[in-house]
């Protein structure tokens, strides 16, 4: 073995030892995101509409600092609470099962106050009658008997006068109370206060609900106090903590919430694991079968690369620690995704080896000379894919920012196993004299299909079927967007034993929800999807319970959008795409020196997303982030095929001077036919693998992939030529 290939293997064999080294172990070195292992992803907005211009400046950090005490003392691990924009807090709860009392956790205000009750029974009267007194509220007490009182508005003591509250149980009723501490001066203000109106009754109010209003028997200096009430053990533990942690600055609304219960997250991994076996199983038979040694050096490059991504994972959160890269069902994607596009990349180098051999060379200088021919266009795919996944990160949010760091760890992955790898393994192949001959199957002959002639029937059928897309998602309105876009709830349910959509239909209806859509799954029919406009969680579940009392169910995941955060996402989905078509504008135009090339490409990718949404929607899918991961995925992919033939038409331009441009683009796209259908075949089987294993939460995603890869090699072939013809008006 020579100097230099021997060095390159300890290269090698040094890439592949720190893979192993920072993935293992995988449980340890790979954080599961929150869709894998369940937990909630909540947005939540401070409202400050009522706070002065000074309580304004620190509200959100103080309600920050106030959410950190009240999680830490539930016990959740590896949270994550960050600020996002100006009013807003992004709150991550990791394995969190109990949804309702996390979401009264972090909502309550805790605002704590004591009130003099007004129990003159004549001015009772009055006040229910509609005439309160000045001064005064009329409220009334927490539990079933809901006893009128009239309190007075201003508050007699706050809760800033408690050290510490607990739950603890009443002795003659065994109901759970909590039991207050007083600081110092709290504990002599409420003596003081105790001791002028004994005989009175003192409402203990919190965030403007009475809790209880009991009787002030005499002074009480002790510096403890009770509130009794109709509290189930739950209810009085949220509020004890909520106490001892303090009050907010002001009151927090729930903008946006994603809730995976861990059966979910269990379901998912295992989608995850079947859909990147099977995905990987398809690519390397296929790339044994067809190119045999070659396929066999690929897919071993393939298993390097999967190593690799999760090794790169591993290193940045042992390396980083605060960066916490996640894996994520969308994730899981991006990895079986990068694998279908590695192998674009040594289609493409098996195909250049393949026209050296044709042409007389021999074999070791064909696998040279194929490996120097492909770089350029290997390395202008993967730059173009990696724009896609820049903006996907930069734009998206929580399980998308999770796709884009795999997508571009496997690019980048890729791009050093397809170039270096596999090369090294051939010239060892060589030196060895154990390679003496490349065998390949092969799909096409050299064509000499005419492509230019029928340019026009193809642009008017495009126009045809992106119009009728188009048509599709301007006439449904609202009903076309998933509730990213349009905001509303998605609420999935498992029951132990299937009822059908009409029976739950009903139900809801009955229960005074009447604009749920209902959606089931022939394969899993105990599932249920109930959409609805507005948060209906708890008037669903109370539903359920009592019109299906024998037939036990789990709440599998619940996302919430606010209208607001939906207009915020779709307007950075509209700016992700149009940014992702400009950057690759741009790379494109300088790398060919031609904005008219690139100019068509980009056209052409256009072209391929309005179709894969239009046929989307009307096959009755909604447009989400996961639609629009998979547009950009399509953009940063699709520009790989165009790429390819911009690159053959550069090269035949040099070549063949004598030729009009028509002349070279219809022999450039003949030249790379086979490589064209092939690559976009391959990562089409891992696409299908994610289609058909990669569960319902994937189900979309994959099927905009499949309909936008295949239009892809629509668009190279009849779309980008005569664009290209057009913009250099030299066509004949």
Same mark, same amino acid.
């Given at each position: ?113 004591? +009130? ?78 105790? @001791? ?7 409402? /203990? ?111 940045? @959160? ?16 991006? /990895? ?11 289609v493409l180098i098996n195909e250049r080896i393949r026209e050296e051999l044709e042409i007389g060379r021999t074999l070791a200088a064909a696998i040279a000379s194929g490996y120097d021919r492909a770089l350029n266009a290997i390395i202008d795919s993967h730059v173009t894919s990696l724009i896609a996944a820049f903006l996907l990160f930069q734009f998206g949010s929580g399980p998308i920012k999770g796709f884009a760091i795999t997508l571009s760890i496997g690019l980048a992955a890729s791009l050093f196993t397809a170039v270096y790898i596999t090369r090294a393994m051939f010239e060892y192949l060589l030196e060895n004299r154990k390679l003496t001959t490349l065998k390949m199957m092969r799909l096409f002959k050299q064509t000499k299909i005419d492509f230019i002639k029928p340019m026009y029937l193809f642009l008017l059928l495009s126009g045809i079927v992106t119009a009728a897309g188009a048509f599709a998602i301007f006439s449904k309105g609202s009903q076309a967007y998933g509730i990213d876009f349009a905001g509303g709830q998605v609420q999935e349910y498992r029951f132990q034993t299937a009822v059908s959509a009409e029976l739950i239909r009903k139900a809801l209806k009955d229960a005074n929800i009447k604009d749920a859509v209902i959606q089931q799954f022939d394969k899993n029919p105990e599932d249920v999807i109930v959409r609805t406009s507005e948060d209906s969680y708890e008037n669903v579940v109370a539903t359920f319970k009592n019109e299906f009392k024998d037939n036990k169910f789990e709440t599998l995941r619940i996302e ?33 020196? @031609? ?19 239009? /046929? ?49 683009? @219809? ?62 008006? +030299?066509?004949?």
């Amino acid at each position: 073995m020579t100097k230099n290939l021997r060095n390159r293997f300890i290269i090698i064999l040094g890439v592949i030892a720190a893979c192993v080294a920072f993935a293992w172990p995988i449980n340890k070195r790979i954080n599961l995101g929150l869709d894998l292992r369940g937990g909630m992803h909540l947005i939540l907005k401070v409202d400050t509409s009522k706070l002065s211009a000074k309580a304004k400046e620190d509200a959100v950090l103080r309600a920050m600092e106030i959410l950190r005490n009240r999680i830490d003392s539930m016990g959740v691990g590896e949270t994550a609470i960050q600020r996002q924009g100006e009013d807003q807090i992004l709150v991550q709860l990791p394995g969190v099962t109990d949804r309702d009392k996390a979401v009264d956790m972090v909502k309550r205000v805790a605002h704590l106050e004591f +009130k003099l009750v007004d129990s003159d029974p004549g001015r009772i009267k009055e006040a229910l009658a509609g005439k309160v007194p000045e001064g005064y509220e009329l409220k009334y007490t927490k539990g079933e008997s809901k006893d009128a009182v009239l309190i007075q508005s201003q508050a007699i003591l706050q809760g800033d006068a408690i050290s510490d509250a607990k739950v603890d149980f009443d002795s003659s009723t065994m109901l759970p109370k909590i039991s207050l501490s007083f600081n110092g001066k709290g504990t002599k203000d409420f003596g003081d206060l105790t @001791n002028k109106h004994v005989g009175e009754r003192l409402a /203990i109010v919190m965030d403007n609900e009475v809790l209880s209003a009991p009787n002030i028997r005499e002074a009480i200096t002790s510096g403890t106090a009770e509130i009794t009430g109709q509290f189930s053990y739950d209810e009085a533990s949220v509020l004890a903590l909520a106490l001892r942690s303090g009050s907010l600055p002001a009151p927090l609304y729930v903008e946006e919430e994603r809730t995976i219960g861990p059966l979910l997250g269990k379901d998912s991994i295992n989608a995850g694991i079947h859909a990147t076996l099977y995905g990987s199983l398809f690519v390397l038979a296929f790339m044994i079968v067809y190119y045999w040694i070659g396929g066999f050096i690929a897919s071993l490059a393939l298993l390097v690369n999967l190593g690799m991504i999760i090794g790169a994972m591993g290193f940045i @959160n042992v390396m980083m620690p605060g960066s916490q890269v996640t894996l994520t069902l969308p994730g899981i994607a991006g /990895i079986v995704l990068t694998l279908g596009m590695a192998v674009d990349a040594n289609v493409l180098i098996n195909e250049r080896i393949r026209e050296e051999l044709e042409i007389g060379r021999t074999l070791a200088a064909a696998i040279a000379s194929g490996y120097d021919r492909a770089l350029n266009a290997i390395i202008d795919s993967h730059v173009t894919s990696l724009i896609a996944a820049f903006l996907l990160f930069q734009f998206g949010s929580g399980p998308i920012k999770g796709f884009a760091i795999t997508l571009s760890i496997g690019l980048a992955a890729s791009l050093f196993t397809a170039v270096y790898i596999t090369r090294a393994m051939f010239e060892y192949l060589l030196e060895n004299r154990k390679l003496t001959t490349l065998k390949m199957m092969r799909l096409f002959k050299q064509t000499k299909i005419d492509f230019i002639k029928p340019m026009y029937l193809f642009l008017l059928l495009s126009g045809i079927v992106t119009a009728a897309g188009a048509f599709a998602i301007f006439s449904k309105g609202s009903q076309a967007y998933g509730i990213d876009f349009a905001g509303g709830q998605v609420q999935e349910y498992r029951f132990q034993t299937a009822v059908s959509a009409e029976l739950i239909r009903k139900a809801l209806k009955d229960a005074n929800i009447k604009d749920a859509v209902i959606q089931q799954f022939d394969k899993n029919p105990e599932d249920v999807i109930v959409r609805t406009s507005e948060d209906s969680y708890e008037n669903v579940v109370a539903t359920f319970k009592n019109e299906f009392k024998d037939n036990k169910f789990e709440t599998l995941r619940i996302e919430k959008v606010g209208p607001v955060v939906g207009k915020a996402l779709r307007e950075r989905a509209v700016w992700a795409i149009l940014l992702a078509l400009a950057a690759i504008l741009i790379y494109v135009g300088i790398r060919f020196k @031609n904005f008219g090339f690139a100019a068509a490409g980009v056209i052409a990718l256009l072209h391929d997303i309005l179709v894969a949404l239009g /046929i989307s929607v009307m096959m009755g899918r909604q447009i989400d982030l996961l639609v629009v991961t998979a547009l950009l995925t399509i953009a940063g992919y699709s520009i790989n095929d165009t790429i390819v033939v911009f690159d053959r038409v550069r090269e035949n331009m040099m070549k063949n001077r004598k030729l009009s441009l028509g002349e070279v683009i @219809n022999l450039s796209i003949n030249q790379t036919l086979g490589r064209t259908v092939l690559s976009t075949f391959v990562t089409l089987l891992v696409v299908i693998a994610l289609f058909l294993f990669g569960g319902e939460v994937l189900n979309t995603f994959s099927l905009v992939l499949i309909i936008g890869f295949v239009c892809g090699v629509y668009s190279t072939m009849f779309i980008v030529t005569p664009l290209v013809l057009l913009s250099q008006k +030299k066509w004949q």
